[in-house]
């Protein structure tokens, strides 16, 4: 007989293909722009719901509110995807809002964050490997190579990758961030390093198949880089 099937989450079905993460901060800002209306206005959403162009004004005036006060772009944009994902018929009505969104993207452009240098790279490696890190080390070095996000790389497990004869590793990412809309549910990265250095190759030896890299908590590794960034001046 077939194995009894699990039971479904419905709520997770009903937030759309995002992480329960995502799903939870869309409420939370969703929640932000119930708030401002009900200050600014005295009426709740679904009161101002009964006329549509003055509630899409209204989510116009909030971003230009956030913008004022110095927030984050992704809050308005999160917030108006949290909009369009409880009350779908507003989609095609808020253009204004996507407006501001656009004219504060271009008034202040995103910026990428500056790559880490190989050399600091090497150094904070040699020190996590004298201090008997070995798989911050690795993790680090596959990393940075395989241009992983943290999430990713935390969770990565031995039997995940896979080294190669010619001296690249083939990383297999399980639910990796954008797989939701615009790809599979497993992506794969590619460390393309001539050579795979020894120390790797002997800590890789002693991992556990199924085991994730990091077991411990976020914030231990968090201290942990730091620790090393300050060892190295």
């Known amino acids: 007989p077939r194995p009894?099937?699990?039971?479904?989450?419905?709520?997770?079905?009903?937030?759309?293909p995002i992480s329960s993460k995502e799903a939870q901060r869309r409420q939370s800002l969703l929640q932000g722009f119930a708030?401002?209306?009900?200050?600014?206005?005295?009426?709740?959403?679904?009161?101002?719901?009964?006329?549509?162009?003055l509630f899409t004004e209204l989510a116009v005036e909030y971003g230009y509110a956030l913008y004022a006060r110095n927030q984050a772009r992704g809050d308005f944009v999160t917030t108006l995807l949290a909009i369009q994902d409880a009350y779908p018929w507003l989609r095609h009505s808020l253009h204004g809002?996507?407006?501001?969104?656009?004219?504060?993207?271009?008034?202040?452009?995103?910026?990428?964050?500056?790559?880490?240098?190989?050399s600091l790279l090497n150094a904070v490696v040699t020190v996590a490997l004298s201090w008997g890190w070995?798989?911050?080390?690795?993790?680090l070095w596959i990393g940075y190579w395989g241009l992983l996000r943290p999430r990713?790389?935390?969770?990565?497990?031995?039997?995940?990758?896979?080294?190669?004869?010619?001296?690249h590793m083939l990383i297999a990412i399980v639910n990796p961030k954008r797989h939701a809309r615009q790809a599979s549910r497993q992506q794969y990265a590619r460390v393309d390093r001539e050579d795979l250095p020894s120390w790797a190759l002997a800590v890789i030896s002693t991992l556990r198949?199924?085991?994730?890299?990091?077991?411990?908590?976020t914030a231990t590794l968090n201290a942990r880089l730091r620790a090393l960034l300050r060892a190295i001046g």
């Open 209 to 217: 198949p199924s085991h994730a890299l990091w077991q411990y908590s």
């Open 152 to 167: 990713e790389l935390a969770s990565l497990k031995p039997e995940e990758f896979w080294l190669h004869s010619d001296g």
């Open 4 to 16: 009894p099937a699990r039971p479904r989450d419905l709520n997770a079905l009903k937030a759309g």
């Open 97 to 118: 809002g996507w407006r501001v969104a656009a004219s504060w993207e271009m008034l202040h452009p995103t910026r990428a964050r500056a790559p880490l240098p190989a």
């Open 35 to 53: 708030n401002w209306l009900l200050d600014v206005t005295e009426s709740t959403i679904d009161d101002l719901l009964e006329d549509t162009p």
């Open 134 to 139: 070995h798989r911050i080390a690795l993790m």
